[in-house]
Antibody, heavy 117, light 110 residues
């Protein structure tokens, strides 16, 4: 049974970098041709696709976030990570890590990140 | 990229059938059969219910079905049950190698 677990600070100051890591268990992040990615959900709002990385390193980003975004894989730790730079209040959301792109077939439980001074 | 268009809310009584629409464009829903549907109960992570327009993952009830015509996809839930009450989201792959979600639909079981 694949499990994904997000980790990282729950509070980030405006203009700083939001950094999250997703730890994958129950399967190898590099053993199959899967996509791994991030989706977020602002409080009371809908799902917003952030971006995806193919296990070989190719990345696909939401055009509205591309200039601030970096997604990477650390196969040795069976993890992948999100870095979102120059955050504002609008980046406050529950952030989900996930396996798959279209469709997303496994989701982490989500972690709330609040942007506030 | 613009979000796919879903009705904000739908409702139905137990035993009835409901349909949720998901309207996109010729850049996302139209050209591909990569439409997915997700169920999200309050406070929980989304769960995949339908993929590739009409396929159900293992363990998903046959009461859930999907279809597509042109730029519009649909999710139908038959024999509505109280446990189906949740938010539902559609998503699609796009011609820009990205993914777009719908705005979400709140299903109320009366």
């Amino acid at each position: 049974q694949l499990q994904l677990q997000e980790s990282g600070p729950g509070l980030v100051r405006p203009s700083e970098t939001l950094s999250l890591t997703c730890s994958v268990s129950g399967g190898s992040i590099s053993s199959s041709s899967y996509y791994w990615g991030w989706i977020r959900q602002p409080p009371g709002k809908g799902l917003d696709w952030i971006g995806t990385i193919y296990y070989r390193g190719f990345t696909y980003y939401n055009p509205s976030l591309r200039s601030r975004l970096n997604i990477s894989v650390d196969a040795s730790k069976n993890q992948f990570s999100l870095k979102l730079h120059s955050v504002t209040d609008a980046d406050t959301a529950v952030y989900y890590c996930a396996r798959g792109r279209a469709p997303v077939d496994d989701w982490g439980q989500g972690t709330l990140v609040t942007v506030s001074s | 990229q613009s979000a796919l268009t879903q009705p904000a809310s739908v409702s139905g009584s137990p035993g009835q059938s409901i349909t949720i629409s998901c309207t996109g464009t010729s850049s996302d829903v139209g050209p591909y059969n990569y439409v997915s549907w997700y169920q999200q109960p309050p406070g929980k992570a989304p769960k995949l219910m339908i993929y590739d327009v009409s396929n159900r993952p293992s363990g998903i009830s046959t009461r859930f079905s999907g279809s597509k015509s042109g730029n519009t996809a649909s999710l139908t839930i038959s024999d509505l049950q109280a446990e189906d009450e949740a938010d539902y989201y559609c998503s699609s792959f796009t011609t820009s190698d990205t993914v777009v979600f719908g705005g979400g639909t709140k299903l109320t079981v009366l």
